[in-house]
């Protein structure tokens, strides 16, 4: 008997946020924005490698994968809008 194979739960949305989070981490006002989309991208990737990992063989390999990447972009623009919050706080950019 074959499970019929499923795209993982939040993994396009996990994508997305991640990818936004980056670019979104460079533009003046909308570094908290970019926080939250990373802290997000983050947190449905975790949930995502969980959920894989729990039901193997349920998810397709592109999803995992996909899920695997919003992860990973969600930790990098989580880190450059840290990086640019701190900068733009301390007037750094400014002078």
């Known amino acids: 008997m074959k499970q019929d194979e499923k795209n993982l739960p939040l993994s396009l949305v996990c994508l997305i946020f991640g990818v936004l989070s980056i670019p979104l981490a460079f533009a003046g006002h909308l570094v908290s ?3 939250v989309l990373g802290v997000l991208a983050v947190s449905f990737g975790f949930w995502g490698k969980r959920k894989a990992g729990r039901h193997l063989l349920r998810y397709t390999a592109v999803s995992i994968k996909r899920a695997q990447r919003g992860f990973r972009f969600g930790l990098i623009g989580t880190g ?8 733009w706080a301390s007037n750094v950019l400014l002078g």
């Open 33 to 35: 924005l970019a926080v």
């Open 80 to 87: 450059c809008a840290v990086v640019m919050w701190v900068l």
